[in-house]
T-cell receptor, first 111, second 115 residues
Framework: DAKTTQPPSMDCAEGRAANLPCNHS???????VYWYRQIHSQGPQYIIH???NNETNEMASLIITEDRKSSTLILPHATLRDTAVYYC????????????FGKGTKLTVNP | SAVISQKPSRDICQRGTSLTIQCQVD?????MFWYRQQPGQSLTLIAT?????????ESGFVIDKFPISRPNLTFSTLTVSNMSPEDSSIYLC????????????FGPGTRLTVT
């Protein structure tokens, strides 16, 4: 079973920031938080990952709480092309490579 | 990142037949993964395929139903055998990134419909 909990759906206005929450209260010390998204009819796309520090790349920012029990993926200026299902996944590095996908959050960006 | 292609992109097959799905990567990779996404559902790992060794199957998936080949470091095939309508899904392959961050990169998927 997935170790994360995400809201099933969210809406965001185009040009505004999209903040997608994820709860991972049972995360272990060696587990990272990964985010992927799946645009309709495409394969999942890796977005970002982190351990405990906040991370930023060209796609998004990842904010992880100090106790690491939750995180937020931030798309700073959402566009219509960001409409997708977003998956938050926790896994350790160096162990099983398996990705366990939960149900994710369906983000709809509205014009 | 890695560029991954899959063939066919979609197919409609009759029950009882088999379909082989190909996955090609633009670079050499050690580990390849096969996932299934049933209609309206999330992704489920079928098996992990390492070059030169037998694939490792997840609980609920067996080699007789989903035989996998991994002849070299850039190519793999997944066969869906003796198909039934319940096998109608999107089948995706993925590979691990070349860096140390263990992210995976996915192919576009093969949409299979079994009638």
């Amino acid at each position: 079973d997935a170790k994360t909990t995400q809201p099933p759906s969210m809406d965001c206005a185009e040009g505004r920031a999209a903040n997608l929450p994820c709860n991972h209260s049972t995360i272990s010390g060696n587990e990272y938080v990964y985010w992927y998204r799946q645009i309709h009819s495409q394969g999942p796309q890796y977005i970002i990952h982190g351990l405990k520090n906040n991370e930023t790349n060209e796609m998004a920012s990842l904010i992880i709480t100090e106790d690491r029990k939750s995180s937020t993926l931030i798309l700073p200026h959402a566009t219509l092309r960001d409409t997708a299902v977003y998956y938050c996944i926790v896994r350790s590095q160096g162990g099983s490579e398996k990705l366990v996908f939960g149900k994710g959050t369906k983000l709809t960006v509205n014009p | 990142s890695a560029v991954i292609s899959q063939k066919p992109s979609r197919d409609i097959c009759q029950r009882g037949t088999s379909l082989t799905i190909q996955c090609q990567v633009d670079s050499q990779v050690t580990m390849m993964f096969w996932y299934r996404q049933q209609p309206g559902q999330s992704l489920t790992l079928i098996a992990t395929a390492n070059q030169g060794s037998e694939a490792t199957y997840e609980s609920g998936f067996v080699i007789d139903k989903f035989p996998i080949s991994r002849p070299n470091l850039t190519f793999s095939t997944l066969t869906v055998s003796n198909m039934s309508p319940e096998d109608s899904s999107i089948y995706l392959c993925s590979v691990r990134g070349r860096g140390h961050s263990y992210e995976q990169y996915f192919g576009p998927g093969t949409r299979l419909t079994v009638t």
